[in-house]
Every structure is written in structure tokens, then in C-alpha cells.
């Protein structure tokens, strides 16, 4: 019983604050700050409380503006399902609110900003990558015989994903 709560939970949570990772995703690349308000893509009218409910918000708005009637991109719930769903399979796995479970969440987090930044502006904001990568290390430090190889695996793995970053955006330059 309690399992399948702490799930939804982690599902609601996930779906939410991917809903922000977005926001990240396409806000920073372009130098804009993160503490606007969400504006439709088309008409640029600020979006209402209930049309930002990750998901949900989308099904009551039926895929559309409340302005200017036009569609929404249905990236926007696809992602927040993959982020709450992302969540969900790091409980499962790890069913304990510890440092391991905060590590995933971590790497998950910087990944999904990364993987919607990329797709929208074929950019990574070098921002979040650094935030992810000082928040493991710092697992590591604070609680290395908790975090294990998780979070080294996690903090490892972003650490090549900014190096071959930095590596492309540098080639690409000079070209």
C-alpha cells in the first residue's frame, strides 16, 4: 500500500519538476531568466495556473492556448510522463528516501534538462551541467559509503556527457 503511494508520489514530483526541467531547458540556452511567466509560444499571452498542471494541465486545455486556440506541442506532457515516469523507476529500484535515491534524482534531473535543451536548440546549457555535477560530487563527499557506485556512475557519466560537450561546442566554433 505504502509502496504504491510513495510511487505516485514520486511520479507527481517527477512530473513536476520536469515540467520546470523544460523550462530550464529552453529558457537558459537563450540567455532568458527562469523567473518569468510561461507564455504561449504563438501569441505570447501568459499561459493560466490550471494550464501549467504537468500533464494534466494539457489534457484540460485539450492540447491548445487559452488565447489564440493554437496547438500545443505535445512534447511538453510526453516529457513531464518520461520525467515522472523516470522518477517512479528510481523509487521502485531504490524503495528508501536516502542519498542513493537523491542521486538518481539528480542525474536523472540534469539529464532531462539536457535531453530537452538539445532537442530544442541542439545546445546544452553548460549551467546545469556544472549545478549536477558539483551536487554529486558533493554526494560523494558528504555520504561515499551510502552513495557507492551510484552516484560515482552518475557523476562519472556527466562528467564525459560536459567533456564531449565542451569538445563538439569547440570544434564547432572553429569552424
Sequence with gaps: MMTGMYAVFSFLIGASLT????????????GESINGRSVCDHCQSVLSAHALIPILGYLLMR???GRCRQRVSSKYPLFELLGGGLFVVGYLAQPFFDVRLLA???FVSVMLVGVFSAMAFYELPWQVWGLGLVTLAAI??????LARWDSTVALVL????VGLYHRFQSRVLDK
Design 19 to 30: 515540467s520546470f526541467f523544460g523550462v530550464l531547458g529552453s529558457r537558459l540556452p537563450q
Design 63 to 65: 492540447g491548445r492556448c
Design 158 to 161: 556527466v562528467a564525459i556527457m
Design 140 to 145: 560523494q563527499v558528504v555520504a561515499p559509503t
Design 104 to 106: 538518481y534524482f539528480v
